[in-house]
Protein backbone atom coordinates (compact mmCIF):
# COMPACT_ATOMS: atom_id res chain seq x y z
CA UNK A 1 0.00 0.00 0.00
CA UNK A 2 2.71 2.19 1.26
CA UNK A 3 4.59 1.83 -1.98
CA UNK A 4 1.64 2.64 -4.57
CA UNK A 5 1.16 5.80 -2.66
CA UNK A 6 4.19 6.67 -3.29
CA UNK A 7 4.37 5.75 -6.86
CA UNK A 8 0.44 7.80 -7.13
CA UNK A 9 2.38 10.98 -5.40
CA UNK A 10 5.68 11.02 -7.22
CA UNK A 11 3.56 10.50 -10.49
CA UNK A 12 1.26 13.69 -10.12
CA UNK A 13 4.15 15.56 -8.81
CA UNK A 14 5.57 14.97 -12.68
CA UNK A 15 2.50 15.70 -14.36
CA UNK A 16 2.41 19.05 -12.98
CA UNK A 17 6.12 19.83 -13.26
CA UNK A 18 5.93 19.07 -16.90
CA UNK A 19 3.11 20.76 -17.59
CA UNK A 20 4.30 24.08 -16.04
CA UNK A 21 7.50 23.93 -17.72
CA UNK A 22 6.14 22.74 -21.44
CA UNK A 23 4.84 25.23 -23.97
CA UNK A 24 3.09 27.55 -23.53
CA UNK A 25 0.38 25.80 -26.23
CA UNK A 26 -0.52 23.31 -23.91
CA UNK A 27 -2.18 25.57 -21.88
CA UNK A 28 -3.41 27.46 -24.04
CA UNK A 29 -5.58 24.49 -25.54
CA UNK A 30 -8.91 24.15 -23.15
CA UNK A 31 -9.47 20.63 -24.64
CA UNK A 32 -6.02 18.97 -23.04
CA UNK A 33 -5.90 21.49 -20.21
CA UNK A 34 -9.31 19.49 -19.17
CA UNK A 35 -7.92 16.12 -19.96
CA UNK A 36 -4.87 16.67 -17.71
CA UNK A 37 -7.13 17.71 -14.66
CA UNK A 38 -9.49 15.14 -15.11
CA UNK A 39 -6.69 12.76 -14.79
CA UNK A 40 -5.10 14.34 -12.11
CA UNK A 41 -8.69 14.02 -10.50
CA UNK A 42 -8.97 10.75 -11.05
CA UNK A 43 -5.46 9.94 -10.06
CA UNK A 44 -6.55 11.56 -6.23
CA UNK A 45 -9.54 9.52 -6.42
CA UNK A 46 -7.94 6.40 -6.51
CA UNK A 47 -5.72 7.01 -3.74
CA UNK A 48 -8.47 8.09 -1.48
CA UNK A 49 -10.00 4.74 -2.61
CA UNK A 50 -7.00 2.56 -2.12
CA UNK A 51 -6.54 4.74 1.85
CA UNK A 52 -9.80 3.58 2.59
CA UNK A 53 -9.39 0.06 1.98
CA UNK A 54 -5.74 0.09 3.72
CA UNK A 55 -8.36 1.32 6.79
CA UNK A 56 -10.70 -1.22 5.90
CA UNK A 57 -8.31 -4.38 6.08
CA UNK A 58 -6.62 -2.83 9.33
CA UNK A 59 -9.82 -3.58 10.97
CA UNK A 60 -11.24 -6.85 8.79
CA UNK A 61 -8.18 -8.69 7.94
CA UNK A 62 -7.57 -10.28 11.70
CA UNK A 63 -11.24 -10.89 11.94
CA UNK A 64 -10.71 -13.08 8.83
CA UNK A 65 -7.88 -14.94 9.58
CA UNK A 66 -9.78 -15.95 13.32
CA UNK A 67 -11.91 -17.01 10.78
CA UNK A 68 -10.01 -19.17 8.75
CA UNK A 69 -8.04 -20.33 11.29
CA UNK A 70 -11.01 -21.19 13.99
CA UNK A 71 -11.94 -25.21 13.96
CA UNK A 72 -15.80 -24.17 14.08
CA UNK A 73 -15.22 -21.68 11.23
CA UNK A 74 -16.02 -23.90 8.09
CA UNK A 75 -15.73 -26.83 6.47
CA UNK A 76 -12.04 -27.33 6.58
CA UNK A 77 -12.65 -29.63 9.66
CA UNK A 78 -14.99 -32.11 9.85
CA UNK A 79 -17.30 -32.96 13.30
CA UNK A 80 -17.50 -36.26 14.94
CA UNK A 81 -20.27 -37.49 15.87
CA UNK A 82 -19.57 -39.02 19.70
CA UNK A 83 -20.92 -42.25 20.98
CA UNK A 84 -20.77 -43.00 24.79
CA UNK A 85 -19.70 -46.88 25.59
CA UNK A 86 -19.21 -47.88 29.35
CA UNK A 87 -16.06 -50.22 29.80
CA UNK A 88 -16.65 -51.63 33.52
CA UNK A 89 -13.32 -52.98 34.80
CA UNK A 90 -11.59 -54.28 38.07
CA UNK A 91 -8.38 -51.80 37.63
CA UNK A 92 -6.97 -53.05 40.58
CA UNK A 93 -6.50 -56.79 39.17
CA UNK A 94 -4.01 -57.55 36.00
CA UNK A 95 -6.36 -58.60 33.91
CA UNK A 96 -8.40 -55.46 34.46
CA UNK A 97 -5.07 -53.41 33.90
CA UNK A 98 -4.13 -55.52 30.64
CA UNK A 99 -8.10 -55.35 28.93
CA UNK A 100 -8.00 -51.63 29.72
CA UNK A 101 -4.89 -51.19 27.83
CA UNK A 102 -6.12 -53.52 24.88
CA UNK A 103 -9.29 -51.82 24.86
CA UNK A 104 -7.45 -48.19 24.49
CA UNK A 105 -5.35 -49.70 21.56
CA UNK A 106 -7.69 -51.01 19.71
CA UNK A 107 -9.16 -47.97 19.74
CA UNK A 108 -6.70 -46.01 18.57
CA UNK A 109 -5.85 -49.03 15.83
CA UNK A 110 -8.39 -48.78 14.07
CA UNK A 111 -9.69 -44.80 13.90
CA UNK A 112 -5.94 -44.84 12.38
CA UNK A 113 -7.33 -46.80 9.80
CA UNK A 114 -10.26 -45.43 9.34
CA UNK A 115 -10.15 -41.62 9.87
CA UNK A 116 -13.14 -40.81 7.69
CA UNK A 117 -15.53 -42.49 9.81
CA UNK A 118 -17.91 -40.07 10.87
CA UNK A 119 -18.38 -41.66 14.51
CA UNK A 120 -15.89 -41.88 17.80
CA UNK A 121 -16.59 -44.39 20.13
CA UNK A 122 -16.22 -42.26 23.23
CA UNK A 123 -14.44 -44.62 26.46
CA UNK A 124 -16.53 -44.09 29.43
CA UNK A 125 -13.97 -46.11 31.89
CA UNK A 126 -15.39 -47.19 35.59
CA UNK A 127 -13.57 -49.46 37.96
CA UNK A 128 -15.37 -51.93 40.17
CA UNK A 129 -12.48 -52.65 42.83
CA UNK A 130 -13.33 -56.06 42.68
CA UNK A 131 -16.52 -55.52 44.82
CA UNK A 132 -20.46 -56.28 43.40
CA UNK A 133 -22.38 -53.17 45.31
CA UNK A 134 -19.38 -51.02 43.34
CA UNK A 135 -20.04 -52.62 40.27
CA UNK A 136 -23.71 -52.06 40.37
CA UNK A 137 -23.59 -48.83 41.14
CA UNK A 138 -20.46 -47.83 38.52
CA UNK A 139 -23.08 -49.38 35.44
CA UNK A 140 -26.22 -47.56 37.25
CA UNK A 141 -24.30 -44.09 36.71
CA UNK A 142 -22.75 -44.77 33.20
CA UNK A 143 -26.18 -45.54 32.18
CA UNK A 144 -28.08 -43.20 33.98
CA UNK A 145 -25.36 -39.55 34.02
CA UNK A 146 -23.60 -40.98 30.93
CA UNK A 147 -26.23 -42.12 28.50
CA UNK A 148 -23.67 -44.67 27.26
CA UNK A 149 -24.90 -47.03 24.46
CA UNK A 150 -22.99 -50.21 25.70
CA UNK A 151 -21.17 -51.80 28.74
CA UNK A 152 -18.23 -53.83 28.14
CA UNK A 153 -17.43 -56.03 31.39
CA UNK A 154 -17.81 -57.02 33.81
CA UNK A 155 -15.03 -59.36 34.35
CA UNK A 156 -16.59 -61.50 37.11
CA UNK A 157 -19.79 -63.59 37.01
CA UNK A 158 -20.79 -62.17 40.24
CA UNK A 159 -20.88 -58.88 38.87
CA UNK A 160 -22.34 -59.51 35.89
CA UNK A 161 -25.72 -61.15 37.19
CA UNK A 162 -26.80 -57.77 38.95
CA UNK A 163 -25.75 -55.46 35.75
CA UNK A 164 -27.62 -57.56 33.44
CA UNK A 165 -30.85 -56.84 35.34
CA UNK A 166 -29.76 -52.96 35.15
CA UNK A 167 -29.31 -53.67 31.22
CA UNK A 168 -32.24 -55.51 30.57
CA UNK A 169 -34.63 -52.81 32.48
CA UNK A 170 -32.34 -49.54 30.55
CA UNK A 171 -32.23 -51.63 27.20
CA UNK A 172 -28.27 -50.93 27.62
CA UNK A 173 -26.48 -53.87 26.43
CA UNK A 174 -24.12 -55.52 28.69
CA UNK A 175 -20.73 -57.32 26.68
CA UNK A 176 -19.09 -59.61 29.14
CA UNK A 177 -15.70 -61.10 27.87
CA UNK A 178 -14.92 -63.02 31.14
CA UNK A 179 -18.21 -64.20 32.58
CA UNK A 180 -18.36 -67.59 31.85
CA UNK A 181 -20.71 -68.77 34.80
CA UNK A 182 -23.31 -71.25 32.97
CA UNK A 183 -26.11 -69.31 34.80
CA UNK A 184 -26.05 -66.37 32.93
CA UNK A 185 -27.48 -67.20 29.80
CA UNK A 186 -27.84 -64.87 27.52
CA UNK A 187 -31.40 -66.71 26.20
CA UNK A 188 -32.25 -64.63 29.67
CA UNK A 189 -31.69 -61.92 28.53
CA UNK A 190 -32.03 -60.02 24.84
CA UNK A 191 -29.52 -57.23 26.06
CA UNK A 192 -26.92 -59.73 27.75
CA UNK A 193 -23.83 -60.77 24.86
CA UNK A 194 -20.77 -62.68 25.76
CA UNK A 195 -17.78 -63.28 23.99
CA UNK A 196 -16.33 -66.21 26.06
CA UNK A 197 -17.74 -69.48 26.17
CA UNK A 198 -19.66 -70.63 29.27
CA UNK A 199 -18.12 -73.23 31.68
CA UNK A 200 -20.30 -75.81 30.47
CA UNK A 201 -17.46 -76.22 27.31
CA UNK A 202 -15.57 -77.85 29.67
CA UNK A 203 -17.77 -80.22 31.22
CA UNK A 204 -17.16 -82.74 28.65
CA UNK A 205 -13.51 -82.63 28.63
CA UNK A 206 -13.36 -83.28 32.06
CA UNK A 207 -16.26 -86.13 32.47
CA UNK A 208 -13.50 -87.83 29.47
CA UNK A 209 -10.77 -87.75 31.58
CA UNK A 210 -11.92 -89.11 34.50
CA UNK A 211 -13.95 -91.87 32.86
CA UNK A 212 -10.42 -92.40 31.10
CA UNK A 213 -8.53 -93.23 34.00
CA UNK A 214 -11.07 -95.45 35.33
CA UNK A 215 -11.33 -93.03 38.60
CA UNK A 216 -14.70 -94.17 40.83
CA UNK A 217 -14.62 -91.18 43.39
CA UNK A 218 -13.71 -87.71 42.02
CA UNK A 219 -13.94 -84.81 44.91
CA UNK A 220 -15.24 -81.07 43.80
CA UNK A 221 -13.25 -78.35 44.98
CA UNK A 222 -14.91 -75.03 43.93
CA UNK A 223 -15.01 -71.60 45.21
CA UNK A 224 -18.39 -70.29 46.58
CA UNK A 225 -19.53 -67.58 44.29
CA UNK A 226 -21.03 -67.38 41.47
CA UNK A 227 -18.46 -68.85 39.22
CA UNK A 228 -18.14 -71.76 41.29
CA UNK A 229 -21.46 -72.44 42.33
CA UNK A 230 -22.96 -72.22 38.79
CA UNK A 231 -20.83 -75.29 37.54
CA UNK A 232 -21.37 -77.39 39.68
CA UNK A 233 -24.48 -78.93 38.85
CA UNK A 234 -23.84 -79.27 35.49
CA UNK A 235 -20.30 -81.21 36.21
CA UNK A 236 -22.49 -83.63 38.83
CA UNK A 237 -24.85 -84.21 36.42
CA UNK A 238 -21.88 -85.31 33.82
CA UNK A 239 -20.57 -87.36 36.20
CA UNK A 240 -23.57 -88.87 37.25
CA UNK A 241 -23.74 -89.90 33.89
CA UNK A 242 -20.54 -92.51 33.87
CA UNK A 243 -22.32 -93.88 37.40
CA UNK A 244 -19.26 -92.26 39.54
CA UNK A 245 -19.68 -90.95 42.90
CA UNK A 246 -19.76 -87.06 43.58
CA UNK A 247 -18.84 -85.93 46.70
CA UNK A 248 -18.44 -82.50 46.80
CA UNK A 249 -16.70 -80.22 49.42
Known sequence: MEYLQRFWSSYQESIIEYISVSSGWI????????????????????????????????????????????????????????????????????????????????????????????????????????????????ASDLIKNEKVHAIIGPQRSGQAKFIIELGSKSQVPIISFSATSPSLSPTGSRFFIRTAQDDCSQIKAIAAIVETYGWREIVLIYEDTEYGNGLIPYLNGALRRLTHECLTE
Open 27 to 138: WSTHNYEAKVKGFLRGAIQANLAMRNLQKSLNHSLPFLCFLLLCPCGGPLVMTKELIPIGVLLDLTSPIGRMVDTCISMALHDFYTDHAHYKTRLLRRRRDSKNDVVKAAFA
